[in-house]
Every structure is written in structure tokens, then in C-alpha cells.
């Protein structure tokens, strides 16, 4: 125990951070200066309060790292303490301290909310073995919550892609689905985006706090695809030397992601419907259901209404799927896009691999509006990281793509034209504003006369100035 002082001691002196801070509630006087006597020899900053309504006035001045705090106390009980920080900051964990006679409170109090509870008289070790951990599960959730952030920004509706109008009826029918939690149905070719639209509806809404769950339905043995959707019992198959929880649990309160749920057995396939109608999980080798609350998005590229006809998607389960379709269209049909697209993926690689890369010729535009984009998306992702990756400090050309230029296939050929004067336009935008719209080095810039400059600007409809 000395040594362990002695540590916290000499790590103030060489910058330790800054020591986690405790908040003791307890009306016991005697009891409540001992913790807090005990908890600083440990390194911890310790701040005492009486009572509760104290302990929750000093909470809100101030965030704490965790809070101790007894279950009988005047003016303002543990319960009613716990409760009121619940709301306040629900990151800051609550060990309650309680007697042999009031264990049911204790119990109560785990089951609205508190991290631990410590039996009085309190033995010094498992104070400080509990106070650990409830620290870690708050570091634990705080870390969560940031990664749940990060993820929400990432599948914000500003980084969905897109000005094609089908694209923006997409748009307005994701931002009304994540508000609620019905089942949804996506429909697209591979490539097209079908996880992003659904992280996008999961992130965005009444589910962005609980998790998302994505799971490959192809990728997953049939032999196993069971037990890894509903968990297995210990002993019901050989090699279940534990319970496991499936993917319907793991998911509760959130979203499950079914990707290619054309792929499940059609045995698999009724167990799903079960759960769908009924709200219950049965685990493999159980008897006993488990209620789940999640919500259903799944996803497939291929046409289910052919597969129920040809036996090989169960019908009623297609339509307990199909609540709300959404139907991605493929890149070739919103050809509009493309420079969009291709301008986000080039600022997304060049900042991840800092390069300094400054754009696309409109040579590899063009090339990249011809091309017939059979993997979609994907497909132009993975063209734009590759011209990325090989271009240095330069515009990324013709040479640095993997296919050539060529004529367009004719397919949408007025959206092909649109998408080719909007590229134009934003080119030489962006030229202008790189150059404080200084006219001469702009037209040297693109490689164009300064009358030819001027008629563009003219023709694209682009002032004349920044103002």
C-alpha cells in the first residue's frame, strides 16, 4: 500500500495527469472523512457532501468521475440522488453504499441505474476494487460515446453523396426513417452504398445511441447462421462449450443490419419470420424465448419477388421485410453524380495519405463519366484511391486512371452533358479561388487563353469576382 502512494506521490512531481476526482455523499461524518482520508492517500482529488442535495449542487458546478453515495441520507436520499445525476450526467457513474438491512434498496438502485454498490461496515480493499472498476466502466462508456459520435459524423446526411433527384427523394425518405424504428427493405446492385444508407438511418435518429449490428448473411455457414442470429445454449452442439449471445441480442435497443438476407436458408428463414412477428429470440439447445427490441434493416441485390416464385424466399417473410423499400439506383443512371462523388473520394485519400493533390483534369473527368461503373460506387472509390496513391503533387490525369477516355455509352446522355458543365464549372471555381481570382494565372493554370477564360466564366454563368 506505501508503495503505491509513494508512485502517486512522485508522479505529481513528474506532470501525472490530473487525478481523477470522486464525490462522497454520506450524512455519517465519521465514515465519510475516513473514505475520503483513504481514497486520497490512493491519488484520488475527493470532495464531501453531507447530504444529497449537497452532493448534487456541488455536481453541478463541477463533473466528477464517479460518485459514492449512501442510500439513507437527508433532504435528499441516494435513490433521488442517483436519479437527478442520471439526467444531469449520465457518464459519471454511482457506487451506492448501503447496510446489511437495506440491501433491497441497493438492489433497486443497481436496477435504475448505479454502477456497484459496497456493503457497510466497508472493507478497505473492496472499496478500492470497486471504485476501479466503476471508473473503467465510466472511461468505458465515455469512450463509447465518442466512438458513437465519430460514427454519426462519418454517416451524417452530409456525407451521403448526391444531387441526382432520385438521389434526393432518397435523401428526405432516410431522413424520415430514422425517427422511427420500422423495418426497411434495401434494394441495390453491389457497390451502390446499401450499409451506408443504413448506418445513415441508424445514426441519425432515435437509434444513433444503441448499436448497429452489420451482419453478412452470405458470409456465415449454414450450418452456423442460427446460433450466430439467436445465440446458442452451452452443450447444444458440439463445440458450444459456452452460452453465446447472437446477433439479435447483441444488437438490443438498435439497429440489425441483414446484409444479402436473399442468401438464408429457407429453415432460417422461418425462424426469422418467428422473431419478426413475435419479438422473441429462442436460442439454439433453449426452451425459453427472450424478448428483443431492435429494428430490422436488411438489404439484398437480388429480386426477391422472382425468388418467392421460384420457392426460394418465403413469402410472408418478404413482406414482413418489405415494411418500407428503398431502392438504390446504380451509378450509371446517375451519371450527374460522378463529380461529386469522385471530388469526395479525392479529398477523403489525399487527406488520409497527405498529398497534396489538387484536382482532376478534365481529360479524366470525362473518362470517369464515360466509364460504365459495373461495380458502382465501390468501383469509383477504389479508382480514385489508386489515382491517389500514383499521383504525385499533380492533378490526377487520363495516365492515372485504369481505363481510358472513350465516348459515352449514350445512356443518359443529357445528365452525361449536365454532369460535364457542373465539373467545368467547379473546376475552374475552385482554379479561381486557389489563384484570389487573379484572371492571368488562372487561364495559365487550366491551360486556356485568358479570352477563353472569360468566355467560360461567361457561358457557366461564374462572377466576374469573389464578392
Not at 437527508?74 to 433521488?80: K, N, Q, R, T
Not at 445525476?85 to 448505479?114: F, H, K, N, W
Not at 422473441?280 to 429480386?303: E, F, H, K, L, S
Amino acid at each position: 500500500m506505501e508503495q503505491k502512494r509513494e508512485t502517486a506521490a512522485s508522479g505529481k512531481a513528474n506532470d501525472a495527469p490530473m487525478p481523477r476526482s470522486i464525490l462522497i455523499a454520506e450524512d455519517e461524518q465519521v465514515l465519510r472523512e475516513s473514505l475520503a482520508e483513504l481514497l486520497e492517500q490512493e491519488g484520488y482529488s475527493v470532495v464531501q457532501a453531507p447530504n444529497g442535495r449537497i452532493a448534487y449542487e456541488k455536481a453541478l458546478e463541477r463533473p466528477f468521475d464517479l460518485v459514492l453515495a449512501d442510500v439513507r441520507m437527508p433532504e435528499m436520499d441516494g435513490l433521488a440522488l442517483l436519479a437527478n445525476l442520471r439526467r444531469l450526467a449520465p457518464q459519471t457513474p454511482v457506487v451506492i453504499l448501503t447496510a446489511y438491512g437495506t440491501v433491497d434498496s441497493a438492489v433497486e438502485s443497481m436496477r435504475a441505474g448505479a454502477a456497484d454498490y459496497l456493503l457497510k461496515p466497508i472493507q478497505f480493499e473492496d472499496l478500492l476494487l470497486k471504485v476501479e472498476r466503476a471508473l473503467a466502466h465510466g472511461e468505458m462508456w465515455r469512450a463509447n460515446r465518442l466512438m458513437t459520435e465519430q460514427l454519426a459524423a462519418e454517416c451524417a446526411f452530409d456525407n451521403l453523396v448526391g444531387q441526382a433527384p432520385s438521389m434526393l427523394r432518397l435523401f428526405e425518405m432516410v431522413r424520415r426513417l430514422a425517427a422511427v424504428k420500422s423495418t426497411v427493405l434495401i434494394f441495390g446492385e453491389s457497390g451502390t452504398g446499401k450499409e451506408l444508407i443504413a448506418r445513415a438511418i441508424h445514426y441519425n435518429g432515435v437509434t444513433r445511441d444503441k448499436p448497429f449490428v452489420p451482419v453478412n448473411c452470405g458470409a456465415i455457414p449454414e450450418t452456423l447462421i442460427a446460433s450466430e442470429l439467436f445465440g446458442h445454449r452451452k452443450g447444444s452442439f458440439t463445440g458450444a462449450t459456452a452460452d453465446r449471445v447472437g446477433y439479435f441480442e447483441a444488437a438490443g435497443g438498435g439497429t440489425l443490419f441483414l446484409d444479402e438476407i436473399s442468401t438464408l436458408p429457407l429453415a432460417t428463414q422461418s425462424m426469422l419470420l418467428r422473431v419478426l412477428e413475435e419479438r422473441v429470440v429462442v436460442p439454439v439447445g433453449d426452451t425459453r424465448g427472450r424478448p428483443v427490441d431492435v429494428r430490422i434493416i436488411a438489404a439484398t441485390n437480388r429480386d426477391l419477388r422472382e425468388m418467392v416464385s421460384k420457392g426460394q424466399f418465403r413469402e410472408d417473410l418478404m413482406y414482413r421485410l418489405d415494411v418500407v423499400k428503398i431502392e438504390l439506383p446504380p451509378l450509371r443512371q446517375r451519371r450527374e453524380d460522378i463529380p461529386l462523388l469522385a471530388h469526395h473520394f479525392l479529398r477523403k485519400y489525399a487527406s488520409q495519405m497527405n498529398k497534396p493533390v489538387p484536382g482532376m483534369t478534365n481529360g479524366a473527368m470525362r473518362a470517369l463519366l464515360s466509364h460504365d461503373w459495373p461495380g458502382n460506387i465501390r468501383e469509383l472509390e477504389n479508382v480514385v484511391e489508386r489515382a491517389v496513391i500514383f499521383a504525385d503533387s499533380h492533378e490526377i490525369g487520363v495516365a492515372d486512371l485504369p481505363f481510358g477516355g472513350g465516348e459515352a455509352t449514350g445512356e443518359g446522355g443529357e445528365e452525361l452533358r449536365e454532369a460535364l458543365r457542373q465539373f467545368e464549372r467547379q473546376h475552374i471555381l475552385y482554379s479561381l479561388r486557389r489563384h484570389g481570382y487573379d484572371k492571368n494565372e488562372c487561364s495559365r493554370h487550366l491551360g486556356i487563353g485568358l479570352s477563353s477564360l472569360y468566355r467560360k466564366m461567361e457561358e457557366l454563368g461564374i462572377a466576374k469576382s469573389d464578392e
